[in-house]
């Protein structure tokens, strides 16, 4: 936005900020909040904070490093506000979590390392975070981030001191925190479908975190993943009454997905057309079959949890929907997920939901390339987490506006007065 469009959406700004930063104790920290925004929105090539405050006229670059570095206000609730706010105007039919990282130089900023690189597709040295996303077909949000801590900074007492680290924050793989955000999330009675990438659905003990929660999904997967049919059987040898009691297991050696669907030839595959893209409709070729992952991740897990609930295992392994993509013009299938919504499920939703993650691209071409996610310059675990949480705002903010131009947001500060808060 230019100048005067940000100029001429202040009052609705206001209201906006007025709303979800109630919780800021402060009436100057909430103005801040709104300049904050106001920066993020206007027109520039940087949005640092130094650059943010040469723009505006009302800018004071010590006044917002303040806010956003060393103010102590809580960014949960705000970004609680922001999600009862926008997941019932964009009516969401998934979660869809992600990695976003930020290109970094030197070794100070929190949690920073050299790892794979997502914005460079190389390892390079960056800080990683987890990201949850409310998807529809027509519109999407982020709701939650979690900075990923490398072992090396759980580790250095002197770099966790320097930037702020909490001491509960530690080394915890990527899919636990998605996991732990999913917990956040439910606890504000926010419980649709996840869909991930494969760095996510190939991980057994992610699909089986979600499970555990009653949350179901569709992730794509590797083509390397092994699974049994659905009808495979387990079996136990007959037992001669001498040592161990054989216990059941598939006589079958699993086969690859890509195997299996490969074997099923391109007749067993329905086109089916999933949404309008910018150069006509986006259809491909879609099987779904009933499958039993396999592994030894997945036998464990199965065995545990079986074991926990009946005291002892059958050897089933439990049964998920395998859905594949062979292109008309391709030489042999290319996308694979698993899915444990119901086996009555339509194919035609599988292929949607599947394919509902392009929805995010949009949100990370905004919060990076228009609202300067990946431009803050501060180093303190607090400040990042003010950042990621006033950038998500001004998406927040700019979503309401296209899907809603003219309309006020229902229950606003205006309105709420001291109203407590609804969850969604």
């Known amino acids: ?23 800021v104790p402060r009436k100057d920290q909430r103005a801040k909040g709104d300049c904050y925004l106001r920066g993020l929105m206007t027109d520039g090539r940087r949005k640092s904070i130094q650059a943010m405050a040469s723009r505006l006229p009302d800018g004071n670059e010590q006044n917002l490093q303040q806010f956003v570095n060393q103010s102590t206000w809580d960014p949960v609730p705000v970004r609680r506000r922001i999600a009862e706010r926008l997941v019932p105007l964009i009516g969401p039919d998934a979660w869809a979590v992600d990695d976003v990282s930020f290109p970094k130089d030197g070794r100070m900023s929190v949690a920073v390392a050299h790892q794979y690189c997502g914005a460079l597709g190389k390892q390079a040295n960056c800080q990683v975070a987890v990201s949850v996303h409310a998807v529809s077909d027509t519109a999407s949000c982020p709701l939650r981030w979690r900075l990923f801590v490398p072992q090396e900074w759980a580790d250095d007492a002197g770099r966790r001191q320097r930037t702020g680290i909490p001491p ?76 161990r009691k054989p216990q059941p297991r598939y006589r079958d050696k699993a086969s690859s997905v890509a195997a299996l669907a490969a074997g099923h030839g391109r007749q067993a595959f329905t086109e089916v057309t999933w949404r309008e893209g910018s150069r006509g409709p986006m259809r491909s070729r879609f099987v779904a079959l009933r499958v039993r992952p396999a592994g030894v991740r997945a036998r464990r897990l199965a065995q545990a949890a079986a074991t926990a609930e009946h005291g002892y295992w059958d050897g089933v392994l439990p049964e998920v929907t395998l859905l594949v993509e062979w292109p008309e013009d391709a030489q ?43 431009h803050f310059e501060g180093r303190s675990w607090t400040g990042w987490h003010h950042h990621v949480t006033l950038v998500t705002a001004a998406h927040a903010f700019l979503t309401e506006q296209r899907l809603v131009p003219k309309a006020d947001t229902a229950d606003s500060a205006s309105t709420r007065s001291s109203t407590p808060s609804r969850t969604c």
């Open 332 to 374: 042999e299938p290319t996308g694979y997920w698993l899915s444990s919504l119901h086996a009555d499920t339509p194919l035609a939703e599988l292929v949607r939901l599947a394919k509902i993650r392009w929805r995010i691209e949009h949100d990370y071409r905004e919060l990076k390339h228009g609202l300067g996610l990946d």
């Open 1 to 23: 936005m230019d100048a005067h469009e940000v100029n001429r959406a202040r009052a609705k700004l206001a209201l906006f900020v007025a709303d979800v930063f109630a919780s």
């Open 168 to 243: 509960e924050a530690g080394h915890r793989e990527k899919w636990r925190l998605a996991l732990d955000t999913f917990d956040e999330l439910a606890g504000w009675g926010l419980v649709p479908p996840v869909v991930a990438d494969a760095g996510y659905g190939q991980n057994a003990d992610f699909r089986d975190g979600l499970s555990e929660r009653g949350i179901t999904y569709v992730v794509a997967v590797r083509s390397d993943v092994t699974v049994h049919p659905h009808d495979a059987q387990p079996t136990a040898p007959v037992w001669s009454g001498n040592g």
